[in-house]
């Protein structure tokens, strides 16, 4: 039930090209959805989050889109850069609380 | 210095040895977080302690063993390890009842091998 499920666990994409991550949720407690960012040797940092109330959030070139019916939602890099080569977790939690479940991470490769 | 700290970055033990992990936050908090991270895995929630009281144990071994002296500092104490207990451990903190209080801000992490 609060289990949260990444896909895929790597992925490698063009310089310029769009990069998907997508994650599914069960608990329909659920009402924050955060994507965080982690560098090598850094810890995780927050990049962008939602919640239900909406459909899609975007900030520069990173947006997400969340699907309620369906319990899922994705992480969209447009215009991909090197610099953006990383790992990335999705979370969740219910709000008022702060404990954060995460996705396995997806591990992403930039490709000059 | 400013966010998440965390001494040491790196720490090699044996499984005998009792050692203590230390994390400090700058940004007037209010809740703290140990995580474990090891390869292909979820992060894993260890520890939470809101206003230094802990408010979740994620069935966690009692060879760690969480301390919060006030709400700025956390540490976890290692003792009797097991080489599975190698991975990073990752402090976060958070602010409760302020606005965007769900983010948490991690520190760099201490990267702990267990021999």
């Known amino acids: 039930q609060q289990q949260v499920k990444q896909s895929p666990q790597s992925l490698i994409v063009q310089k310029g090209g769009i990069s998907i991550i997508n994650c599914a949720y069960e608990n329909t407690a659920f009402d924050y959805f955060p994507w965080y960012q982690q560098f090598p040797g850094k810890g995780p940092a927050l990049l962008i989050a939602?919640?239900?109330?909406?459909s899609e959030k975007k900030e520069g070139r990173f947006t997400i889109s969340f699907n309620k019916s369906a319990k899922q939602f994705s992480l969209h890099i447009m215009d991909s850069q090197p610099g953006d080569s990383a790992t990335y977790f999705c979370?969740?939690?219910?709000?008022?609380?702060?404990?954060?479940?995460f996705g396995k991470g997806t591990m992403l490769l930039v490709s000059p | 210095e400013t966010g998440v700290t965390q001494t040491p970055r790196h720490l090699v033990m044996g499984m005998t040895n009792k050692k203590s992990l230390k994390c400090e936050q700058h940004?007037?908090?209010?809740?703290m977080y140990w995580y474990k991270q090891s390869a292909k895995k979820p992060l894993e929630l260890m520890f939470v302690?809101?206003?230094?009281?802990?408010?979740e144990n994620n069935s966690v071994p009692s060879r760690f063993s969480p301390e919060c002296p006030n709400s700025s500092h956390l540490f976890l104490h290692l003792h009797t390890l097991q080489p599975e207990d190698s991975a990073l451990y990752l402090c976060a903190s958070s602010l409760i009842g302020g606005s965007g209080g769900e983010t948490q801000y991690f520190g760099p992490g201490t990267r702990l091998l267990v021999l």
């Open positions: 939602i919640r239900p109330d909406v």
């Open positions: 940004l007037g908090h209010n809740a």
């Open positions: 979370a969740a939690s219910i709000g008022g609380y702060s404990t954060l479940t």
């Open positions: 302690y809101n206003f230094k009281e802990q408010t």
